[in-house]
T-cell receptor
């Protein structure tokens, strides 16, 4: 089955802890993205990557970090520097830029 | 930076009525995409428009890309309860801003049976 997988679906963390969200795709897509969605809001771009070992900041990159060591994987780390980390995090991929994006199921992160 | 706004934010219709959402970008777009997100779900890609003035149809859905490539619309004819969800437009920048896929603010559609 081809697709994009995010894990876990729900994640709880204590304030001050770093947490890493997983995103894996077996669609052989070059481009991958991370978005954040707050309740009743749109999607805001955190980071994106066009190819392996390359990534760029989106509009709200502060307090987040990513890596792209493999084509299939694009993990997102929410650091303790992110002031309001509680949100719905969505990972997506596309064959290349300027094509439709396929989204994972998302991870709901709650920081207490 | 590039901003993509949608109106209305929320629309409540009776089943069978038509619905339209409008998308406006602060900059020219190389193409426009539309996504649907069901409540509690993730966005699902619907369609992509590339050419100025392009119109595409998917059953009861009609998508249009403006002549100036800065605006777009989605029209649903005779809404059904299965149309419930948030509709997002998303655009790739043109010129020097081609690398980011920026989503609009979204329009939440509620359909009363």
């Amino acid at each position: 089955d081809g697709g994009i997988t995010q894990s876990p679906k729900y994640l709880f963390r204590k304030e001050g802890q770093n947490v890493t969200l997983s995103c894996e795709q077996n669609l052989n897509h070059d481009a991958m993205y991370w978005y954040r969605q707050d309740p009743g809001q749109g999607l805001r771009l955190i980071y994106y990557s066009q190819i392996v070992n390359d990534f760029q900041k989106g509009d709200i990159a502060e307090g987040y970090s990513v890596s792209r060591e493999k084509k299939e994987s694009f993990p997102l780390t929410v650091t303790s520097a992110q002031k309001n980390p509680t949100a719905f995090y969505l990972c997506a991929s596309s064959p290349r830029l300027a094509r439709g994006a396929f989204f994972g199921q998302g991870t709901r992160l709650t920081v207490v | 930076g590039q901003q993509v706004m949608q109106i209305p934010q929320y629309q409540h219709v009776q089943e069978g009525e038509d619905f339209t959402t409008y998308c406006n970008s602060s900059t020219t777009l190389s193409n426009i995409q539309w996504y649907k997100q069901r409540p509690g779900g993730h966005p699902v890609f619907l369609i992509q428009l590339v050419k100025s003035g392009e119109v595409k149809k998917q059953k009861r859905l009609t998508f249009q890309f403006g002549e100036a490539k800065k605006n777009s619309s989605l029209h649903i004819t005779a809404t059904q309860t299965t149309d419930v969800g948030t509709y997002f437009c998303a655009g790739w920048g043109d010129g020097g801003a081609t690398n980011k896929l920026i989503f609009g603010t979204g329009t939440l559609l509620a359909v009363q049976p």
